[in-house]
């Protein structure tokens, strides 16, 4: 039995494996507090020593919305406890992933503290954000980093779709921007 997430008129994508070459949907939530963006250190098995500073979110699961799954992902990886998404900031579509980030406006947004389930993520950190936007710039992932600087430095117009693929040797490769008219 499979399971559908239907996003809107635009996307209908399933929550199950990549194996299974259907589309996997990912959240990601942009929090700001007074001129600090809120980040999350991840370690993955392969990754270099002290892991990678990324925007808290993760996979929509099987049956959940957009909405519900970033509320999960910054509780689990953050402690945080989003009210509502704010407005969309950008999309990336990379091989058979497509991910939402939005912006997220928390009522308390005191020092983070989550339990993620996956072991993930090390820790969170309110960082300032020149220091914030210069550790995505550095991410070894261009889609993970690039749109994400773009967006935050007013360089790219909020809503912008970003669309990557893989080249010969595994590494992003840029294939356009759609800017949101």
Known sequence: MRSVVTLGQVWTVTAESRSDRRRLCVVGGVVERDDS???????????????????????????ETLEQALKRELLE???????????????????????????????????????????LVEEAAWVPRSEALRRLAALPFPRMGKPAVAVLSRQAPVGSVWTYVADGTGDDQLLSVIPNS
Do not use: K, N
Not at 37 to 63: C, N, S, Y
Not at 94 to 117: I, K, M, R
């Open 77 to 119: 990886e953050t402690g945080l406890q989003v009210e509502r998404p704010g407005r969309l900031l950008w999309i990336v579509a990379f091989g058979q992933s497509v991910t939402f980030v939005f912006s997220v406006h928390c009522e308390y947004a005191a020092l983070p503290g989550g339990q993620d389930p996956d072991a």
């Open 37 to 63: 963006l809120l980040m999350v250190r991840q370690q993955g098995p392969g990754d270099p020593e002290g892991g990678f500073w990324v925007i808290p979110g993760g996979v929509v699961e099987t049956g």
